[in-house]
């Protein structure tokens, strides 16, 4: 087998209470050829905590918040890799197990485009299919990424809808990471903002690709008014069955 270099990118942004410990994993694993760190304007101490790993790690510190797409862009014009696996910043028990499964189709398939890690929110993909579409462990080419990171740049919580629009279903595996713990960090206004973003980057994905017509959602609105004033996953399962907007509905 040849060897192939891997370049792990961790887009971070007030992960104060877990970044330490996925850098400090991913630096002690034999998989993993460098490290990128990219602190997205954290307000908290997100920025020191890298700072101190010094050489161990590529550092990428921005004073602003620009979003999770510009951060992943930044961290794969850095790579020195052949293949980027990115990872997030929350994770409580990354092991060499998870990097290996992650990594392991893409590294071991060149004709493979990419591939998926689901984990961390395997529970909620039972309910949002969907959601497995939006995970944020990934593995790629870099080759196939780099003429898509100018477009990146201003992706935020839509990156990963962004992502997956780039290449056909065949191309990128599934990889089941069962066990996989992220932090429960899914505030109300985080939750709302995450998919409300969601639906307007589709949007847009589809229009370019002339896959739809934006004017048959032209009620989506109703779906941010229905979800707006809860606060949980299991509670916004739970309502969208009341929304009333069949086109939306269906797509859920």
Same mark, same amino acid.
């Given at each position: 087998?040849?060897?192939?270099?891997?370049?792990?990118?961790?887009?971070?942004?007030?992960?104060?209470?877990?970044?330490?410990?996925?850098?400090?994993?991913?630096?002690?694993?034999?998989?993993?050829?460098?490290?990128?760190?990219?602190?997205?304007?954290?307000?908290?101490a997100t920025a020191q905590i890298l700072s101190a790993f010094g050489d161990k790690i590529k550092?990428?510190n921005f004073a602003d918040n620009h979003g999770?797409?510009?951060?992943?862009?930044? !961290? =794969?014009?850095?790579?020195?890799?052949?293949?980027?696996?990115?990872?997030?910043?929350?994770?409580?028990?990354?092991?060499?197990?998870?990097?290996?499964?992650?990594?392991?189709?893409? +590294?071991?398939?060149?004709?493979?485009?990419?591939?998926?890690?689901? !984990?961390?929110?395997?529970?909620?993909?039972?309910?949002?299919?969907?959601?497995?579409?939006?995970?944020?462990?990934?593995?790629?080419?870099? +080759?196939?990424?780099?003429?898509?990171?100018?477009?990146?740049?201003?992706?935020?919580?839509?990156?990963? %809808?962004?992502?997956?629009?780039?290449?056909?279903?065949?191309?990128?595996?599934?990889?089941?990471?069962?066990?996989?713990?992220?932090?429960?960090?899914?505030?109300?206004?985080?939750?709302?903002?995450? =998919?409300?973003?969601?639906?307007?980057?589709?949007?847009?994905?589809?229009?370019?690709?002339?896959?739809?017509?934006?004017?048959?959602?032209?009620?989506?609105?109703?779906?941010?008014?229905?979800?707006?004033?809860?606060?949980? %996953?299991?509670? %916004?399962?739970?309502? =969208?069955?009341?929304?009333?907007?069949?086109?939306?509905?269906?797509?859920?």
């Amino acid at each position: 087998m040849v060897m192939r270099n891997i370049s792990a990118i961790v887009p971070a942004f007030n992960e104060e209470k877990t970044v330490a410990g996925v850098v400090n994993k991913l630096l002690s694993s034999h998989l993993i050829s460098e490290v990128i760190c990219v602190n997205d304007g954290s307000t908290d101490a997100t920025a020191q905590i890298l700072s101190a790993f010094g050489d161990k790690i590529k550092f990428l510190n921005f004073a602003d918040n620009h979003g999770k797409g510009f951060a992943l862009a930044q !961290g =794969i014009l850095a790579a020195s890799g052949d293949i980027v696996a990115f990872f997030d910043a929350d994770i409580h028990n990354l092991s060499d197990r998870y990097i290996n499964l992650l990594i392991s189709p893409v +590294r071991n398939d060149q004709n493979l485009t990419g591939a998926l890690g689901v !984990g961390c929110r395997y529970k909620s993909s039972l309910y949002f299919p969907w959601i497995v579409y939006l995970t944020g462990m990934r593995a790629y080419q870099k +080759r196939k990424l780099i003429p898509y990171t100018d477009n990146m740049l201003d992706k935020r919580y839509g990156i990963e %809808v962004y992502l997956n629009s780039l290449f056909d279903k065949n191309e990128i595996a599934i990889v089941p990471l069962f066990g996989l713990s992220c932090a429960a960090k899914y505030s109300k206004r985080a939750l709302i903002q995450a =998919i409300k973003e969601y639906w307007q980057t589709g949007f847009e994905v589809a229009k370019q690709k002339g896959e739809i017509e934006l004017s048959q959602y032209i009620n989506y609105k109703d779906l941010f008014n229905k979800l707006a004033p809860l606060a949980d %996953v299991d509670t %916004v399962k739970i309502r =969208i069955k009341d929304i009333a907007t069949k086109d939306i509905k269906d797509l859920f």
